[in-house]
Every structure is written in structure tokens, then in C-alpha cells.
């Protein structure tokens, strides 16, 4: 990832992050609705559950809320820098911002996030 960190934020990712401080209940909401569609699909959806469930938990912080929020609110954006609806490419930016996000909050994400995301996962399994 190296110093991408530090490059300003594109239009659609200042977006995502304004819709995310607007709107945290729907953009949790439109979240794992995706991610409960495309779970089998995208190799980052446990992170992306992770993160769900990491932003539902009263212990964390609104930094931390407020960064995963926006790389999931990015996720669920319906304009973005790749089309989502090109096969593998298309969620190729969702896990990069993802990624980033995940990485600025490395030590949030707890174990008993990370169980959540699987527990969601297989519920999902059943449900799609």
C-alpha cells in the first residue's frame, strides 16, 4: 500500500464519507444487504463484515466508526471508480478503499468482530 495513504481523496470517496456522516443506519443497512448478495463473489467480504460489525459495536470509537463507515458507504456508492457491475474489476477499487480503511484502524477489529463477519457469512449462505 506504501504511501497511498497519504494522496487526497477522490470526489467519490469524499462522497461516500459525507453520505456515511449523514446517513450511518442506512448506509449499515444497504451494506449487508450487499454483501450478503455478493459474499460468495468477492474474496474481501469477511473485512467488509468485519467492518459491519465493528461500526455496530457501542465500544468503538467515532474515529473508527466514522473511517469504516465511509469505505462502506464507498462500497455501496452507487457511482465509483469501477463500475461494480464488471465482473472481478468491478469491486476491484471497493476492496482497495476497504483495504486503506482497515488498515488506518488496524488493532479495532477484534476477534469478536472478525466471529460476527463469519457468523453473518454462513447465515448468508442459507439466505441468498
Same mark, same amino acid.
Given at each position: #500500500?506504501?504511501?497511498?495513504?497519504? %494522496?487526497?481523496?477522490?470526489?467519490? %470517496?469524499?462522497?461516500?464519507?459525507?453520505?456515511?456522516?449523514?446517513?450511518?443506519?442506512?448506509?449499515?443497512?444497504?451494506?449487508?444487504?450487499? !454483501?450478503?448478495?455478493?459474499?460468495?463473489?468477492?474474496?474481501?467480504?469477511?473485512?467488509? !463484515?468485519?467492518?459491519?460489525?465493528?461500526?455496530?459495536?457501542?465500544?468503538?470509537?467515532?474515529?473508527?466508526?466514522?473511517?469504516?463507515?465511509?469505505? !462502506?458507504?464507498?462500497?455501496?456508492?452507487?457511482?465509483?471508480?469501477?463500475? /461494480?457491475?464488471?465482473?472481478?474489476?468491478?469491486?476491484? /477499487?471497493?476492496?482497495?478503499?476497504?483495504?486503506?480503511? #482497515?488498515?488506518?484502524?488496524?488493532?479495532?477489529?477484534?476477534? %469478536?468482530?472478525?466471529?460476527?463477519?463469519?457468523?453473518? !457469512?454462513?447465515?448468508?449462505?442459507?439466505?441468498?
Amino acid at each position: #500500500m506504501g504511501e497511498q495513504w497519504r %494522496e487526497p481523496f477522490s470526489k467519490a %470517496e469524499m462522497d461516500a464519507a459525507r453520505r456515511a456522516a449523514r446517513d450511518e443506519a442506512g448506509i449499515l443497512a444497504e451494506a449487508l444487504a450487499l !454483501l450478503r448478495r455478493i459474499a460468495r463473489h468477492v474474496p474481501f467480504a469477511e473485512d467488509a !463484515l468485519a467492518a459491519y460489525h465493528c461500526v455496530r459495536d457501542p465500544q468503538t470509537s467515532a474515529r473508527v466508526k466514522f473511517i469504516l463507515l465511509a469505505a !462502506l458507504a464507498y462500497l455501496v456508492l452507487p457511482v465509483d471508480a469501477v463500475p /461494480d457491475i464488471l465482473p472481478i474489476l468491478g469491486f476491484t /477499487d471497493d476492496a482497495a478503499v476497504l483495504a486503506a480503511a #482497515m488498515s488506518a484502524v488496524r488493532g479495532e477489529i477484534r476477534p %469478536e468482530h472478525r466471529e460476527a463477519a463469519r457468523a453473518t !457469512l454462513d447465515e448468508s449462505e442459507y439466505s441468498i
